[in-house]
């Protein structure tokens, strides 16, 4: 990070300044000062440069000037990934009020994972039970009964966990996160409980241009 001093900083900075004044967005007269924050992310007049050299001049009002200058030494001089943290939990909010309007929801799991030797696992994602963990597909076998909970998640992803029981209790489960149905169908310990949802859910038309 260099600071507003240096020759590069100031080139770019007076470089970004003279565009937004010719565009309306900064007045000249306020210099390199900008109006607003987005969440999470503070805008100041230093020029951050990334590890393969790109350079992103960010601006402040000069009301949060003291919020920056607390945040750079907190920081050790090193602010910029805490900028990029700032934007990933931007991204992610935002990322799930897209997926809630369109009817999913955070989903959290807690589970003894069969792939740790059953230690207790704890993971969440944006999705929609189609077979809930609280009331499974089930399919009864000869000596136990196999389990399926299945949702689909905000990107598209098909999540499968899957376990056993018998008279003397239940296995761990299974995690797995699959791209797609087809991907899950493919995979013979699963393509059940896939075809099984894909079913449930209604199988689209696939309209042939023959």
């Known amino acids: 990070m260099k600071g507003r001093d240096s020759p590069m900083a100031a080139s770019v900075a007076d470089t970004t300044r003279d565009e937004n004044a010719m565009a ?14 987005i969440p999470y992310c503070v805008y100041a007049d230093y020029v951050v440069s ?43 909010e935002k990322e799930r009020e897209v997926s809630e309007a369109k009817g999913f929801e955070r989903i959290e799991v807690s589970f003894h994972d069969s792939d740790f030797n059953g230690l207790m696992k704890k993971r969440a994602f944006n999705g929609k039970w ?4 609280k009331s499974p597909l089930k399919s009864d076998e000869v000596d136990f009964t196999q389990y399926y909970a299945l949702a689909i998640t905000a990107k598209g992803a ?9 008279h003397d209790g239940e296995s761990f489960k299974r995690f797995r996160v699959y791209d797609s149905f087809d991907a899950a169908a493919a995979e013979r310990s699963v393509a059940w409980a896939a075809i099984m949802a894909t079913e449930h859910l209604g199988v689209p038309v696939e309209e042939l241009d023959i």
């Open 24 to 37: 309306g967005n900064v007045p000249p007269a306020l210099g390199r000062r900008a109006f607003r924050l």
């Open 50 to 92: 990334s590890n393969v050299g790109m350079n992103r001049t960010i601006y402040v009002r000069d009301e949060d000037v003291p919020v920056w200058e607390r945040a750079r030494e907190l920081a050790g001089d090193k602010l910029a990934p805490v900028i990029v943290d700032g934007l990933k939990r931007f991204i992610v």
């Open 158 to 166: 098909v999540v499968i966990i899957s376990w056993t029981a018998d």
């Open 130 to 133: 189609v077979f809930p963990l």
